[in-house]
Structures are given as structure tokens and as C-alpha cells.
């Protein structure tokens, strides 16, 4: 089965700063990716998302590059705030069913 | 905005006792996951249903763990009997086919003690 791995595990940023947040996937059949973003006491909320006929996808402040070549994708925040700190996950999946998680990344944002 | 709606959103219970989650998908998805998330092990997926019908529920522990689903608009998972390890936050997540994101609830906080 698809193996993720995301990186780092914690990052803490300056406001104003960017942010940058990496996963690997194993499978080359996999053609879906997105992110979530999970506050404290609440369900991961689906961020953006990236399909594999696109390299690259912005929505404002948040971009994600898909490399699947190299099998792997980002997260990008810009100028970020502190209402940014949360945990994010990636995932990916080859269908519809099964979504393959990332550990995910606790983002600190210092204002 | 369209949510899932999970019960309760906290239980504590004592080890042995059987503990039922709710969820209640979005109006429409045809397609309902259950969600583990503990420190250790993350997000982990334990079954999920498409139209109602049990898809996969290989990452559930069969001696004491079920899911169901009842009706469209009703979801549940059971512990019986409950354990200390069972402790974590359970999410449910409902998706339509035509669309690929899921949309999580806001979770059930199990603690059994």
C-alpha cells in the first residue's frame, strides 16, 4: 500500500514569515493530494488540493507544488499569521476510498 | 455550511463498558469513514462505507470494535467491551463520489479509565 511521509514533525516561524511543509509518497499510481489543517479540539479541515495532471496550485496566502516524478509535494503559506498555527496533514490516495496520511506538522506561528 | 455532526464529543467511561459514537454524514454523501487519532499513531482509518454497504474495515479490531451504518443519516461505532488503549479521538468523515475531499466531524474524545 501508499506510504507518506511528512517533515518536519514541529516548525516554528516568525509572523510575516513563509512556511514550508514536504511529504513523500511511495505510490506512482497515486493521483490525488490534498491538505488539511487541524485546530485544537476540532476535525482536519481540507486546506487545498492538488490532482497529478497539475504541478502546482495557489489559493491566496496557501500554494502546494506536486512533483511526481521525484513523488513528492508541499505546502507553502506566505506571510503567515498566527492564526495559521495549527497541525497540517498531507495525504494522497489512488482512488476515491482510502486517504493515506501523513504524521502531520505542528506549525507554531510567533507573533 | 454542510457539517457532520459527531455524539458525544466527549465520553469517559470505565474499562468494560460498551461505548457507542454517532455521526450523522452531510445530506448527500454517499461514502462515511471512521477515524482513529491518537499521538502515536496518528490518523489511523478503521472502516468506511459507500451507499451504506461496508467497504473495508480492516484497521478495526474485530473482537470489539463495529461499525454500522443503520440508514443514510446515521452512522455509529461500538466498543464492547472498552479498554484503556482505546482511548483517542474518533472522527467520522462523509465524502461524495463526485468530489475527492472528505469532510471530517468534529470528533468524539474517548477516555476509558
Known amino acids: 500500500g501508499e506510504n507518506v511521509e511528512q517533515h518536519p514533525s514541529t516548525l516554528s516561524v516568525q509572523e510575516g514569515d513563509s512556511a514550508v511543509i514536504k511529504c513523500t509518497y511511495s505510490d506512482s499510481a497515486s493521483n490525488y493530494f490534498p491538505w488539511y489543517k487541524q485546530e485544537l479540539g476540532k476535525g482536519p479541515q481540507l486546506i487545498i488540493d492538488i490532482r497529478s495532471n497539475v504541478g502546482e496550485k495557489k489559493d491566496q496566502r496557501i500554494a502546494v507544488t506536486l512533483n511526481k516524478t521525484a513523488k513528492h509535494f508541499s505546502l507553502h503559506i506566505t506571510e503567515t499569521q498566527p492564526e495559521d498555527s495549527a497541525v497540517y496533514f498531507c495525504?494522497?490516495?489512488?482512488?476515491?476510498?482510502?486517504?493515506?496520511f501523513g504524521s502531520g506538522t505542528k506549525l507554531n506561528v510567533k507573533p | 455550511d454542510a457539517r457532520v455532526t459527531q455524539t458525544p464529543r466527549h465520553k469517559v467511561t470505565e474499562m468494560g463498558q460498551e461505548v457507542t459514537m454517532r455521526c450523522q454524514p452531510i445530506?448527500?454523501?454517499?461514502?462515511v469513514f471512521w477515524y482513529r487519532q491518537t499521538m502515536m499513531q496518528g490518523l489511523e482509518l478503521l472502516a468506511y462505507f459507500r451507499n451504506r454497504a461496508p467497504l473495508d474495515d480492516s484497521g478495526m479490531p474485530k473482537d470489539r470494535f463495529s461499525a454500522e451504518m443503520p440508514d443514510a443519516t446515521l452512522a455509529t461505532l461500538k466498543i464492547q467491551p472498552s479498554e484503556p488503549r482505546d482511548s483517542a479521538v474518533y472522527f467520522c468523515?462523509?465524502?461524495?463520489?463526485?468530489?475527492?475531499?472528505?469532510?471530517f466531524g468534529s470528533g468524539t474524545r474517548l477516555t476509558v479509565v
Open positions: 495525504a494522497a490516495t489512488d482512488n476515491f476510498n482510502k486517504f493515506y
Open positions: 445530506l448527500g454523501h454517499n461514502t
Open positions: 468523515a462523509s465524502a461524495d463520489r463526485g468530489h475527492y475531499g472528505y469532510t
